[in-house]
C-alpha cells in the first residue's frame, strides 16, 4: 500500500466498464435490458409458484425462493450502476457502500445456500422417493430456508462490521461497477490482515462447503440410477429432472471460478469487473428460461395461468356489455 494521507471520507468513485462517454448509452441500454429481463422473469417464476397448486411442493417452493434471491441479488448493484451513469456521477456514499456490500454478499451466498438445498432435495426425490413427502415435509423446506437465511445474514453481518473498523486513503477509486469487498480492502489505510483471512476463510467455507454438499448429492445420484434404476427411459427421467439445476450450479461457480482467475491472472480490476458480470448479472438472468425451457410443470402452470387470465377477461367484459 502505497503512503497517503489517513482521512474520514465520506464516498468512493464507481469507475465503472469505461469512462468513455460515447459508452455510456450502450452500456446503459444493455444493462438496463438485461435487469429487466431478470426482474421480470423471476417474478413470473415466484408468480406462477404461489398461484398454482400443482407447484406446491418443496423443488417449486426452493426455486420461489431462489428466484426472489436473484431479484435482491441484481437489484443490489444494477439500479445503482444505472442511475450513475444516468446522472453522470461516479460517486457512491460511504454508508451506501457498505450496505451494497452487506447485501451483495447476502444474496450472493444465500444463492449458494439455496442451490445445495435443491441438490439435496433432488437427491431425496430419486434415491428415496417413498419417503420423499415424509422428509421433504413443509416444516423442514421452511426450516431449511429460514437457517440458510440466517445464517447468510450473520456471515454478511460480520464482514460488513470489520468493514467499519478500516480506515481509508484519499485514493476512492473503485475499478468496478459496484462495491466490491476485496476491491474496498485494497483501498484502505489500515491493517487488513483481519479483513482479508476472514474473507477468504468465508469464500471456502461457504463456496467449497455447499459445492462438496452438491456433489455428494449427485454422486450418490449416478451410482442410485446405475445400481438401482434398470430401464433406460428411468435413468433419463432421473437425470432430466437435476439438468437444470445441474446447469445453473455449472453456471454460478464457473463465473465465480472466472472472476477469480481474471483478478489473480491478470491483475487487472477492470477485467474482474466484466468478469463479475457474468454471476451477478447473466445467471440470475438465466435462471428462470433454464428452469422453464425443459421443465414441462413450468410451461403447464404457465399455460393455466394465461387461459385463467382470458376467462377472467372475458367475464369483464361480459359484465361490462351486460350491466
Same mark, same amino acid.
Request: glycine share 4%; net charge neutral; with cysteine.
Given at each position: 500500500m502505497e503512503p497517503h494521507n489517513d482521512t474520514q471520507i465520506s464516498e468512493f468513485l464507481l469507475l465503472g466498464f469505461s469512462e468513455e462517454p460515447e459508452l455510456q448509452p450502450l452500456i446503459?441500454?444493455?444493462?438496463?435490458?438485461? %435487469?429487466?429481463?431478470?426482474?421480470?422473469?423471476?417474478?413470473?417464476? #415466484?408468480?406462477?409458484?404461489?398461484?398454482?397448486?400443482?407447484?406446491? &411442493?418443496? $423443488?417449486?417452493?426452493? !426455486?420461489?425462493?431462489?428466484?426472489?434471491?436473484?431479484?435482491?441479488?441484481?437489484?443490489?448493484? #444494477?439500479?445503482? $450502476? !444505472?442511475?450513475?451513469?444516468? &446522472?453522470?456521477?461516479?460517486?457512491?456514499?460511504?454508508?451506501?457502500?457498505?450496505?451494497?456490500? %452487506?447485501?451483495?454478499?447476502?444474496?450472493?451466498?444465500?444463492?449458494?445456500?439455496?442451490?445445495?438445498?435443491?441438490?439435496?432435495?433432488?437427491?431425496?426425490? #430419486?434415491?428415496?422417493?417413498?419417503?420423499? &413427502?415424509?422428509?421433504?415435509?413443509p416444516r423442514l423446506c421452511v426450516l431449511l430456508v429460514l437457517v440458510s437465511w440466517v445464517v447468510c445474514m450473520l456471515n454478511s453481518l460480520l464482514q460488513s462490521l470489520m468493514l467499519l473498523q478500516l480506515s481509508f486513503c484519499t485514493d476512492v477509486k473503485i475499478p468496478h461497477f459496484f462495491c466490491d469487498l476485496s476491491q474496498i480492502i485494497q483501498l484502505a489505510c489500515s491493517d487488513t490482515f483481519l479483513n482479508n483471512m476472514v474473507m477468504y476463510f468465508a469464500s471456502v467455507l461457504w463456496g467449497g462447503g455447499p459445492l462438496a454438499g452438491i456433489l455428494y448429492s449427485y454422486s450418490k445420484i449416478i451410482l442410485f440410477s446405475i445400481h438401482r434404476i434398470s430401464s433406460p427411459q428411468g435413468k433419463y427421467k432421473a437425470f432430466s429432472t437435476c439438468v437444470s439445476h445441474l446447469s445453473v450450479v455449472f453456471l454460478y461457480y464457473c463465473s465465480s471460478l472466472g472472476v477469480y482467475?481474471?483478478?489473480?491472472?491478470?491483475?487487472?480490476?477492470?477485467?474482474?469487473?466484466?468478469?463479475?458480470? $457474468?454471476?451477478?448479472?447473466?445467471?440470475p438472468m438465466l435462471n428462470p428460461f433454464i428452469y422453464s425451457l425443459r421443465n414441462k410443470d413450468i410451461k403447464s402452470a404457465l399455460k393455466r395461468f394465461f387461459q385463467m387470465a382470458v376467462i377472467k377477461r372475458k367475464i369483464v367484459l361480459d359484465l361490462k356489455n351486460h350491466p
Open positions: 446503459f441500454g444493455l444493462f438496463l435490458s438485461m %435487469y429487466l429481463i431478470t426482474v421480470f422473469g423471476n417474478l413470473v417464476i #415466484i408468480l406462477l409458484v404461489s398461484s398454482d397448486s400443482h407447484l406446491h &411442493t418443496p $423443488m417449486y417452493f426452493f !426455486l420461489s425462493n431462489l428466484s426472489f434471491v436473484d431479484i435482491c441479488f441484481t437489484s443490489t448493484t #444494477i439500479p445503482k $450502476m !444505472l442511475w450513475n451513469i444516468k &446522472t453522470q456521477s461516479k460517486v457512491i456514499t460511504y454508508e451506501g457502500c457498505i450496505t451494497q456490500i %452487506y447485501f451483495f454478499i447476502l444474496s450472493a451466498v444465500l444463492d449458494i445456500f439455496l442451490l445445495t438445498v435443491m441438490a439435496y432435495d433432488r437427491f431425496v426425490a #430419486i434415491c428415496h422417493p417413498l419417503y420423499y &413427502t415424509v422428509i421433504m415435509n482467475l481474471s483478478s489473480t491472472g491478470t491483475h487487472s480490476s477492470h477485467s474482474s469487473a466484466t468478469a463479475s458480470v $457474468m454471476y451477478t448479472v447473466v445467471t
